[in-house]
């Protein structure tokens, strides 16, 4: 059977670009923290084919890692402390820098025959997580 499969680097644009809207600006570390999840959960929502992909991620992970408190947590806290992270869009900038870092330094996960980094196997299997009616309402801070 025959899947159609967005372009590698189609998936990468979209994973990292494809949320826009902008946030807040946080003074306080909780606040910082709020919006950052805040962040993260706009740019899972703008995933493309994020259920189809994200199962098959969510997959790969250890099971112990595959909820979606633990891997927003993982994937904030794999990003530099001085980031930006206010907005889906700055969120969306340093997570594209983080997976170009995650084949430079050999963080890479094989899923269904792609490689992709493993800030991406991350983000695709919270989307996936998040996108989950029965999960009701998931707090990520």
Do not use: K, N
């Amino acid at each position: 059977m025959f899947r159609s499969m967005p372009s590698r680097r189609a998936l990468i644009a979209a994973v990292t670009g494809a949320a826009l809207c902008p946030g807040s600006h946080a003074g306080s570390a909780a606040a910082a923290t709020e919006s950052g999840h805040a962040a993260l959960a706009v740019v899972c929502a703008h995933l493309p084919r994020a259920a189809t992909i994200g199962r098959t991620c969510r997959r790969a992970l250890p099971p112990a890692v595959a909820t979606p408190e633990r891997l927003a947590g993982l994937i904030l806290a794999s990003l530099p402390a001085a980031s930006d992270r206010s907005s889906a869009r700055a969120l969306s900038r340093v997570l594209r820098a983080r997976s170009r870092a995650d084949f430079c330094e050999g963080r890479i996960v094989s899923v269904d025959g792609w490689l992709l980094s493993l800030t991406e196997v991350r983000l695709y299997a919270l989307a996936t997580l998040l996108s989950q009616p029965s999960l009701g309402a998931v707090h990520l801070s």
